[in-house]
């Protein structure tokens, strides 16, 4: 069975579910001899999409005329492509959006679905968690009563962001980017009085997440920890840039608040100091960064080893990385949750078929070959991403 097209579609709108929302999501179509087609995702976030279009075209030569069977070779080819650069961040989205489409062509051809082929299922339903809406203390209680109130059991929030983005002039987008890593009095006051609004809100049963987004340098993401510490965090994401190691052991050394990352490691080699050295209690890779659904099985199996729960991360991406990313949990025994915004579901269901199938916090997977999911091109087509399409 032989790939004779790859074919890249973006689109970007607005959609007017709970509270208005942007969204650009990327998909890629594998196309085969056979007629099989296989779809993927590269979608992330502030231009990244454009970068890893560019990588796919140029990939485009080495996989035509490949035989789609060889999910495994193929995965090495085009990560030792870029010899000399390295293929971290850029060519490993590239590659994730290729590997998941192979895994939908694999189960088309074998009429079972992917977590049949990853080993099958170690549960029936995939547990979630959400995001209340991003906003003042009691904007974000009011609604992670709603969400709760629906079945959500964990929620979470950067109770920092408005603030970071408020200081930098870059008004209500997600553009948050790491310059000295400080964070105002002001500030860290209102973080709390987020989080103090949500616990008292949704009361003590229900999980609180928090992610600083790799925003703080060491002093102020421990004085932010051990600040939210009283809280009862299921996590704290990403308290420092992710390229500093040391700087995550010197943090996880002086907090009591279980340590997650992982969003932006790419490929099982990055997780390995992670596990190595203890420096997370939990691990959040992206299947449609870190190398796709074959690296993600992988990195779960390694953390599986250490006894360290994969809670895969969601946004900003869109639904073909969400049912990828579940299509392995189905499988991965050391499992915590996947993440998903709630508000963004109407969304999601605008691009594929048949809709993503939640109830009470968990996503249900079907037993349809392949992913189960369809892209809807003719509304991906009618919404095209001015960016690079
Ligand atoms: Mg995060």
């Known amino acids: 069975?032989?790939?004779?097209?790859?074919?890249?579609?973006?689109?970007?709108?607005?959609?007017?579910?709970?509270?208005?929302?942007?969204?650009?999501?990327?998909?890629?179509?594998?196309?085969?001899?056979?007629?099989?087609?296989?779809?993927?995702?590269?979608?992330?976030?502030?231009?990244?999409?454009?970068?890893?279009?560019?990588?796919?075209?140029?990939?485009?030569?080495?996989?035509?005329?490949?035989?789609?069977?060889?999910?495994?070779?193929?995965?090495?080819?085009?990560y030792r492509h870029y010899f000399s650069l390295g293929p971290r961040g850029v060519v490993t989205a590239a590659i994730s959006s290729v590997d998941i489409a192979l895994w939908d062509i694999k189960g088309k051809a074998l009429n079972r679905p992917v977590y049949d082929l990853l080993g099958g299922r170690v549960r029936d339903r995939v547990l979630l968690y959400s995001h209340p809406q991003a906003g003042t203390p009691e904007e974000v209680a009011e609604d992670s009563v709603k969400q709760v109130a629906e079945g959500w059991t964990a929620l979470k929030t950067d109770p920092f962001r408005s603030e970071v983005r408020k200081r930098m002039g870059v008004g209500p987008g997600f553009e948050i980017r790491y310059m000295e890593g400080a964070l105002s009095a002001e500030a860290e006051e209102t973080a709390e009085a987020v989080v103090r609004a949500m616990r008292e809100a949704v009361g003590p049963k229900i999980e609180i997440l928090i992610d600083a987004h790799g925003n703080f340098n060491v002093p102020t993401a421990v004085r932010l920890a051990r600040r939210l510490t009283p809280y009862k965090l299921t996590w704290f994401e990403e308290p420092c840039p992710p390229e500093s190691f040391d700087a995550l052991r010197q943090i996880r050394e002086s907090v009591e608040v279980p340590i997650c990352v992982g969003e932006r490691l790419f490929t099982r080699f990055d997780f390995v100091p992670i596990f190595r050295?203890?420096?997370?209690?939990?691990?959040?890779?992206?299947?449609?960064?870190?190398?796709?659904?074959?690296?993600?099985?992988?990195?779960?199996t390694m953390a599986e080893s250490y006894y360290i729960p994969v809670s895969p991360h969601n946004p900003p991406g869109g639904p073909v990385q969400v049912t990828a990313a579940a299509h392995v949990m189905m499988t991965v025994p050391n499992f915590y949750r996947q993440e998903f915004a709630r508000n963004y579901l109407d969304a999601h269901n605008s691009v594929i078929t048949p809709a993503l199938d939640i109830r009470n916090g968990c996503l249900f997977l079907s037993n349809r070959p392949g992913l189960g999911v369809e892209l809807d091109t003719d509304f991906i087509k009618a919404h095209p991403d001015p960016d690079w399409c």
């Not at 509270?19 to 993927?40: I, K, N, P």
């Not at 050295?277 to 099985?297: F, H, N, Q, W």
Request: proline share 1%; net charge negative.
């Open 1 to 78: 069975m032989r790939i004779t097209d790859v074919k890249l579609l973006g689109t970007s709108f607005d959609c007017a579910d709970h509270g208005g929302h942007s969204h650009r999501w990327a998909f890629l179509q594998l196309e085969t001899d056979e007629g099989l087609t296989g779809v993927g995702e590269w979608s992330c976030s502030l231009g990244g999409i454009a970068l890893v279009a560019k990588t796919l075209q140029l990939l485009r030569a080495d996989l035509v005329g490949e035989d789609a069977n060889d999910i495994e070779r193929l995965w090495h080819k085009m």
């Open 277 to 300: 050295d203890r420096l997370a209690d939990y691990i959040m890779p992206d299947v449609v960064l870190t190398g796709g659904i074959s690296e993600l099985k992988k990195i779960a």
